[in-house]
């Protein structure tokens, strides 16, 4: 399923960056493209960092 329509980014690819290590919208932007259009996909990711993102790094914090 596509996340960001805008850069046609899909789901996993959202979850791979960051598994990666992306742990806010620029940096997830940066890794995969996702929400670097309109924006209106910042939501969602941010639902993907809270679920993929170990535990004790805090959401929103940059590498």
């Known amino acids: 399923m596509y996340v960001c329509i805008c850069a046609r ?3 996993c690819e959202v979850r791979a960056a960051v598994r990666g290590g992306a742990r806010c ?3 997830v ?3 995969c493209g996702a929400g670097t259009g309109c924006g209106s996909c910042h939501p969602r990711i941010a639902e993907i960092i809270d679920a ?4 004790n790094t805090p959401v929103g914090a940059a590498r």
């Not at 993929?52 to 535990?55: I, N």
Request: net charge negative.
């Open 9 to 11: 980014v899909r789901e």
């Open 25 to 27: 919208e620029d940096t």
């Open 29 to 31: 932007g940066e890794a």
């Open 52 to 55: 993929e993102a170990p535990a």
